[in-house]
Structures are given as structure tokens and as C-alpha cells.
């Protein structure tokens, strides 16, 4: 953890050292770079938030079989409306990539 955590400071760190001249050229590098942490950042807590609902889901329909039929359908649901969140984070960066 100690190893992701020092590059990733690194490579904040020396965001500065790479920006070009001129106030455009800058602000298009930051905007890209903005897109890609937030499609990284919705990717990643959106696995995580199905694989939860998921593993919950399994559990209930393990301790009662017969409760299946009542966990599936939300859970389906529950699973497209974290989905959902991925998408506007995807259409959030693609607007951001428009603006240069």
C-alpha cells in the first residue's frame, strides 16, 4: 500500500514539471487527465459496489433457498443503477474531453 501511495504522490508531484507553455495546452492536459481519474475512479467503485450487492445477494439465497425469487429482482435492479453511475461518470468525462 505504502508503494501505490508513494507513486501516485509522485506522479502528482511531478504533474508541474510536464505542463507545457501557454495557459491552453495546460488546462487541455488537465482536463484529460481529470476524464481518466473519474472513468478510474467510477470503474473501480462501481466493481466494487456490484460485487458487494452481489455477495449479499448470494448469502441471502444461500441461508434461505427460498427466498430467491424475492432477492433477484432487486438485486438485478440494485446491480443497473450502480451500472447507471459508471455511465454518467463515462458521459461526464467524454463532456470534459469536449471542452478542448
Sequence with gaps: MRK???????TFIA???FAQDGAAGSQAGLLGLAAAISIAVA???????????AQAALDGIAR???????????????????????IYAFVIAFMLLGKF
Design 4 to 10: 501505490l501511495f508513494s507513486i501516485v504522490a509522485l
Design 43 to 53: 470503474a473501480f467503485g462501481g466493481a466494487l459496489g456490484q460485487g458487494k450487492a
Design 64 to 86: 434461505n433457498p427460498a427466498a430467491q425469487g424475492k432477492l433477484f429482482v432487486p438485486m438485478i435492479i440494485g446491480l443497473a443503477l450502480i451500472e447507471s453511475l459508471v
Design 15 to 17: 504533474l508541474p514539471a
